[in-house]
């Protein structure tokens, strides 16, 4: 390795940084603009101020990856910011009153991203503390079922209030549990890809992690009746369990497994029944002013009115869709920026999941490759289970689409999630610099 | 396990793809059908809002009925939609509420006032290329501005409804109904003021939003008489035809008795009258009679309910069938036919026949369909559609579409109908609409009505007319007046008394304007 080479490699790759993060500002202030100028006809007079403390953020996590991670995958940041920056248009459009609010939250969430770079500046930190982290993954997953601290909303029981604050304990139990099973799995994964018997069947011991995570997400369901909590749970678990092993037969079990679990929960409570319900009957003429079919039929008619190009910022309706700045803020996309508008939506997902992914490939350790893969699952299932859900491809489980939706814990775990990807990916290794193929040619 | 990382990638971008194969479907392929389902409702009453609404214009061609004008800077709507007569022609504009939708009018010339008709494709091409705001077309009616005010003037605040029409196109004059609707109340305003506005007038008993005029149907009583009349000279009596004329007709089967009007004898108690006599002093004992003598025992025919049929009736039998699933006289409106048994009822109900001969018992009709029948006299037994619009010009006044003329039905011969306007003509000169007409230089062919609903309320009074008749001239007008529950006469209202003066000033105006 030559002296020079590496500083060139690091100039190239923050320029790349550098201009797309450029875009992804330009992006969040045009689109700000616009919300003014398509809802009330002129230039929100707060453009001013808002550019500068959403400037500050991105340049401050910008700084942060160049000076804590320099050698760190240069898109990563630059497209969340993007998805950002739309997201907080987007509910300024929305849901004016509480826009303020939601700056904020994408402030604090740059600046966990920040602690959390600096805070684990060798990512090996986090495979040393299998169970600690394991458990408390899961005391955060179950933490809503404590009385007096947890409430329900919705019908689902996934909030605590500490002190005034609620937020979802679950959005950082699920991070918690990803470093555990990535840590656990890069341990045991020779073991369990031990197979019996022609079909590689697993031996019944090593069935043992399956059918905990297959509880815990059940336990999910039954205590906190969160859906799309615990489908997000089984599907990385499952996901994780099957790259670390390789083994077709451990999909095989999850299939079957979830199947079982769908219809313990489509026979135990009415919940999962009506989802469904739902689902399948939301365009009835007779139902369309319920709720529950009302919010897909309505879902379908502000996608249907956008058409492809659609109606324009602050010209649609989409207050007529419930939930509109959480759970629908796709469909409110599809209104008023079209076809293309969530087509831009899906490909800076595919994006993210593309970089996410191309980081485990290149990373050379179990772990490293796990991990990367489990978070970049997360952010993969979260975005296909709620915008499949808002366009009627599945049944809805309520999730907040990442970084876009509506509420400060799901952002500020998202960028939890891609702080712990942009330190997978800057590669430090044991105090000596883990080189990139690329950059060893 | 990089290779399980790149199958995983593989099967994301997979999943994405159906993801976004169901984006496009909802949004392009199925968007068109999603989009126009009843339920979204909203949003393309919203979409309309964005477009200058055409306007409805009177039969003078300068006053207008609705319009759209801008609604000013902080409004959800670019336009709101004004009504400038205020309630006189809330039953023919109807109303076009971003809540509650349309009616009237505004419904049934939606495609064009919204500028979405096929027919303005190519001006609406045209104002594109131009760079021209899209207007919607103007829609033009027959009603003239002047005889709806005196309509209800003359009404002076009693429920009940007038309809006029010209008899030789069927154009609808006047069609005024009270009590009505303001359509300011359910178009513009905040949705909490548009809401309590449409549960108030929901929740009204004396059914404000429905025209008494032509969506409620009431017992004509003797102002059917015309029908029954009618069936009689169709057969082969005249005016001359020599009737029996009880004090009471004791009607077969039952303890039922028919009698005339408060008991009276009819005609100082002559024996026998003339077909002209029973109708002029509207003997409903002489008139019970011919039902009786209208239905062929032998064959099951009932010469009334062909006659009504012929004149429009939607024939039922109740108590089953008391609907009109097909409407028998086309109109743009929504217009309830007047209603009218077929034979098969009377078969075991021979008094029935008797009491549907003097509009009683299931017959049913309102003042759009009497002034309808009367045209039919006037224009010599051809019975016309009405017609509200004529037609339509697009915001450059260009005409867009024209509607015709159409006749319906030709329920009376020539002969019959010249008949008729004797008979008509005897009821205000000597007859139960003398006092009425009494100086009035225009000859005016009518007929009274008093029907008592049954209950204890006041009965509903009746006049249906045509003029100028039996002059050699068409008649141009054909009018006819309901007053409900007796209006201010209370208990002693009669047709006559009450309704005719309505009739009376309407037609007035008409002639003499």
Partial sequence: MSAAAVPEGVARRARNGLGLLLIAYLISLVAYGLVGLGQRGEVPGDLGPYALAIGAAFAAGWIAVRVLAPRADPVLFPTAAVLAGLGLALLYRLRPTVAGEQATWLILGVVTFIVVLLAIRDDRQLDGYTYTIGLAGLILLLLPIVPGLGFEENGARLWIRIAGYSFQPAEFGRILIVIFLASYLASRRELLAAGVGRFGFPRAKDLGPLLLAWGASLGVLFLERDMGASLLLFGVFVVMLWVATGRWSFLAIGAVLFAIGGWLGYTAFGHVQTRIDYWLHALEPDKVHDLGYGQLAQSWFALASGGIVGTGIGQGSPDLIPYVASDFIFSAIGEELGLLGTTVVLLLFLILIGRGLRVGVERQDSFGKLLAVGLTTVIALQTFVIVGGVTRLIPLTGLPLPLVSYGGTSRVATFIILALLVRLSAGRWDGVVWRRRKDAT | ?513
Wanted: with cysteine; aromatic share 8%; glycine share 12%.
């Fill in chain 2, 1 to 513: 396990m990089d290779r399980q990382i790149r199958r995983l990638g593989i099967a994301l971008v997979a999943l994405f793809a159906v993801l976004f194969g169901q984006v496009a479907y909802v949004q392009v392929f199925a968007a068109e059908r999603i989009a126009d389902s009843p339920g979204n409702a909203t949003r393309q009453i919203r979409a309309e809002f964005e477009v200058e609404r055409g306007q409805i214009i009177a039969a003078d061609r300068r006053t207008v009925l609705a319009r759209s004008v801008e609604a000013g800077p902080n409004q959800v709507y670019r336009f709101r939609r004004e009504y400038p007569e205020g309630d006189l022609f809330g039953h023919v504009t109807g109303y076009y509420s971003r809540i509650f939708g349309r009616a009237g009018i505004e419904q049934a010339f939606n495609q064009y006032l919204a500028g979405t008709a096929p027919e303005l494709a190519v001006s609406n091409v045209t104002d594109l290329i131009l760079g021209r705001t899209k207007k919607g077309a103007s829609v033009y009616t027959t009603i003239w501005p002047e005889l709806q005010r005196v309509a209800r003037e003359a009404l002076g605040g009693q429920p009940g409804a007038v309809a006029a029409i010209d008899p030789r196109t069927g154009d609808v004059l006047a069609l005024y109904s009270n009590p009505g609707f303001d359509p300011n109340v359910l178009s513009s305003g905040s949705d909490r003021a548009i809401r309590s506005a449409w549960d108030e007038l929901n929740g009204d008993a004396s059914k404000p939003l429905l025209s008494k005029a032509f969506q409620e149907l009431f017992l004509p009583g003797s102002g059917f008489k015309i029908v029954t009349a009618s069936a009689e000279l169709e057969r082969d009596a005249s005016v001359d035809t020599p009737w029996p004329n009880p004090h009471v007709l004791d009607l077969p089967t039952t303890d039922d008795d028919l009698t005339n009007y408060g008991g009276a004898l009819c005609a100082g108690g002559a024996s026998q009258v003339t077909t002209l006599v029973a109708f002029q002093q509207s003997c409903n004992v002489t008139f019970g009679v011919m039902g009786l003598d209208l239905y062929g025992e032998r064959t099951g025919n009932f010469g009334l309910s062909d006659q009504a049929d012929a004149y429009g009736f939607c024939m039922t039998n109740p108590p089953e069938v008391t609907g009109c699933d097909e409407p028998r006289i086309p109109f743009a409106l929504p217009f309830q036919n007047g209603r009218f048994p077929e034979a098969g009822y009377f078969a075991d109900r021979i008094p029935a026949r008797a009491y549907a001969a003097v509009g009683l018992d299931n017959v049913l009709t309102n003042p759009l369909h009497m002034a309808l029948a009367a045209g039919a006299i006037a224009n010599g037994g051809e019975m016309m559609a009405p017609r509200i619009v004529t037609s339509v010009r697009d915001a450059q006044g260009r005409t867009v579409r024209e509607f015709g003329t159409e006749s319906v039905s030709r329920p009376i011969s020539r002969g019959t109908a010249a008949e008729m306007t004797q008979l008509m003509l005897s009821v205000t000169q000597g007859g139960t609409a003398s006092s009425a007409f009494s100086g009035f230089g225009i000859p005016v062919a009518g007929k009274t009505g008093t029907a008592t609903t049954g209950d204890d309320s006041p009965p509903n009074a009746w006049f249906s007319a045509f003029a100028p008749a039996g002059t050699g001239e068409p008649p141009r007008i054909a009018v006819s007046v309901i007053v409900l529950e007796g209006g201010g006469l209370g208990d002693a209202a009669t047709g006559g008394q009450i309704a005719a003066p309505i009739a009376r000033a309407v037609i007035d105006a008409y002639l003499d304007g």
